[in-house]
């Protein structure tokens, strides 16, 4: 069985950085294939990808927000970590982690934790 | 970067009724497609990937078709659980970017 669930502040202040953790079980970041996102979503608005880390170390990233993340896996913790940098009120959001799914070529994501909000303000 | 344009943006259905949902991509994504159903308070589901495959569990009431930059998501007879939001994914422009639709919001008429 497949979980995931997302940890770190509730509340950042504008210019700061944000480090969200990804806890994960029921699959490994060391098998061929395997990959974790991130993906957004504002209060009232859609869904936005940020970035995807492979099992291979690969690293994929928003061309609009790429200069402010990074992503990183432990593996034997079964964690990926999200670090956004110079937050902005604009980053409000409740931020997913979710699984891509295994299939070949397919870069969709299968299981989602439950989010976390993360508001930005002064 | 590709931009995924979804509508209507709400659509009222009554229950047992179908539902067409759209989506178009600015260019060709082939069939590197995906489709979710998010409820109030949830993360999303996939419901269709490959724009007609149905993921493990989806109800036979869904089906997905299209190509290149035209797509669509039918619901048939739409069940209480059904009503949601959709948003469509595209997954062929890689690199640079998986990008979402903007959702289609269906209500209970």
């Known amino acids: 069985q497949i979980t995931l669930k997302e940890s770190g502040p509730t509340l950042v202040k504008p210019t700061q950085t944000l480090t969200l953790t990804c806890t994960f079980s029921?699959?490994?970041?060391?098998?061929?294939?395997?990959?974790v996102g991130w993906i957004r979503q504002p209060p009232g608005k859609a869904l936005e990808w940020l970035a995807l880390?492979?099992?291979?170390?690969?690293?994929r990233y928003s061309p609009s927000l790429k200069s402010r993340l990074t992503i990183t896996k432990n593996t034997s913790k079964n964690q990926v970590v999200l670090t956004m940098t110079n937050m902005d009120p604009v980053d409000t959001a409740t931020y997913y982690c979710?699984?891509?799914?295994?299939?070949?070529?397919?870069?969709?994501?299968?299981?989602w934790g439950q989010g976390t909000l993360v508001t930005v303000s002064s | 970067e590709i931009v995924m344009t979804q509508s209507p943006a709400a659509l009222s259905v009554s229950p047992g009724e179908g539902a067409t949902l759209s989506c178009r991509a600015s260019?060709?994504?082939?069939?590197?497609l995906a489709w979710y159903q998010q409820k109030p308070g949830q993360a999303p589901r996939l419901l269709i990937y490959?724009?007609?495959t149905r993921a493990t569990g989806i109800p036979a009431r869904f089906s997905g078709s299209g190509s290149g930059t035209e797509f669509t998501l039918t619901i048939s007879s739409l069940q209480s659980e059904d009503f949601a939001v959709y948003y469509c994914?595209?997954?062929?422009?890689?690199?640079?970017?998986?990008?979402f639709g903007g959702g289609t919001k269906v209500e209970i008429k």
């Open positions: 260019q060709s994504v082939s069939s590197s």
């Open positions: 979710a699984h891509r799914t295994p299939i070949t070529m397919v870069r969709a994501f299968d299981y």
């Open positions: 029921g699959f490994s970041l060391s098998t061929t294939g395997v990959g």
């Open positions: 880390i492979y099992w291979d170390d690969d690293e």
């Open positions: 490959g724009a007609s």
């Open positions: 994914q595209q997954y062929d422009n890689w690199p640079p970017a998986l990008t």
